[in-house]
């Protein structure tokens, strides 16, 4: 097997919203870890206090799907219930990491748009940690 077949590329993740595969043109997150300094005399340890979880879906606009997402947030003020499942699949090698994101919040809603260009919308959002159903 060559070498480079052992990297993931970007066209094998596929990203679940409430289990429906929308065609994620991208997809981020990020775990964020805050710690307390802990002083213990001449030494500083470091205390876990909060654990946060972020990121970004990415879609070339063929529906209103931030909008549908955030479902009656604008009339009602209450968020939707949101999953998301995320798979990042090397095909050579059969391995994938799966996980899961509960009590997602989106945190915007919009698009952009330029002449002559795809239209593209950017769903960023707020979560639990994730979940990890499987590693590579």
Do not use: H
């Not at 802990?38 to 909008?67: A, H, N, R």
């Not at 509960?102 to 919308?121: D, F, H, K, P, W």
Request: net charge negative.
């Amino acid at each position: 097997m060559s070498e480079g077949n052992r990297y993931v590329s970007g066209n094998e993740v596929t990203v679940w919203v409430n289990g429906v595969d929308y065609k994620a043109k991208s997809f981020e997150y990020k775990i964020s870890y805050e710690f307390e300094d802990v002083p213990d005399g001449l030494k500083t340890y470091k205390k876990l206090v909060k654990i946060s979880c972020e990121g970004t879906m990415g879609f070339s606009k063929t529906q209103s799907l931030g909008l549908k997402l955030t479902g009656d947030v604008l009339k009602t003020g209450k968020t939707p219930d949101i999953t998301i499942t995320s798979k990042a699949l090397n095909a050579q090698t059969g391995k994938a990491e799966r996980l899961v994101f509960r009590n997602v919040v989106i945190t915007e809603a919009g698009m952009s748009s330029e002449n002559q260009s795809l239209v593209e919308e950017e769903i960023p959002f707020a979560c639990d940690p994730p979940e990890v159903l499987e590693l590579m």
